[in-house]
């Protein structure tokens, strides 16, 4: 599968000035370039913070050493 080659992307063009207008297309990717300043900083922003140390005693599974209520 090829990329896109320059002449799809002109007819891409061609449509949206079409559909948009030469004049909005500024506005249209002004606000994109915003939206995407934005995500990206709240990406930043909502990084986990490290996990806590786990004791080396500490186990997921259960322990052989108890027995099961019959």
Do not use: C, W, Y
């Amino acid at each position: 599968m090829a990329g896109i080659g320059l002449t799809e992307l002109i007819i891409i063009l061609i449509i949206v000035v079409v559909i948009f207008g030469a004049k909005r297309i500024p506005e249209i990717m002004g606000g994109i370039g915003k939206g995407i300043k934005t995500f990206k900083k709240s990406m930043d922003m909502d990084e986990p913070s490290p996990a806590p140390p786990s004791h080396p005693n500490t186990s997921t599974e259960p322990s052989k050493d108890k027995t099961e209520p019959k």
